[in-house]
């Protein structure tokens, strides 16, 4: 099993920066990709941005150029830097590991920019 635990998070105003932060623990592999999904209200869960263990990054559209992910394999964690962050990025953000087509999750923590 695999156990996340997420950090960061919070209030934010607009044009504002936020890092968050996701360890994993129990049995990692070091070919298991780590990324973040959001979900706002109403709205369907969808993926923010993800890394592959050999560097390959994916970022969605409405986030590029403003969100950073990184990872640190020795710490088995990823992070996720957000720079001029907009209301519209207001949601609750979970941490994701994926192998193969399973998943696990973090319990989310909710960004919230004012405007």
């Known amino acids: 099993q695999v156990q996340l635990v997420e950090s960061g998070g919070g209030l934010v105003q607009s044009g504002g920066s936020l890092r968050r932060s996701c360890a994993a623990s129990?049995?990692?592999?070091?070919?298991?990709?780590m990324g973040w999904y959001r979900q706002a209200p109403g709205k369907e869960r969808e993926l923010v941005t993800d890394?592959?263990?050999?560097?390959?990054?994916n970022y969605a559209d409405s986030v590029k150029g403003r969100f950073t992910i990184s990872r640190d394999n020795a710490k088995n964690t990823v992070y996720l830097q957000m720079n001029n962050l907009k209301p519209e990025d207001t949601a609750v953000y979970y941490c994701?590991?994926?192998?193969?087509?399973?998943?696990?999750w973090g319990k989310g923590t909710l960004v919230t920019v004012s405007s």
């Open positions: 890394i592959t263990s050999d560097g390959r990054i």
């Open positions: 994701n590991i994926r192998r193969s087509i399973v998943s696990w």
């Open positions: 129990g049995s990692i592999f070091g070919s298991d990709a």
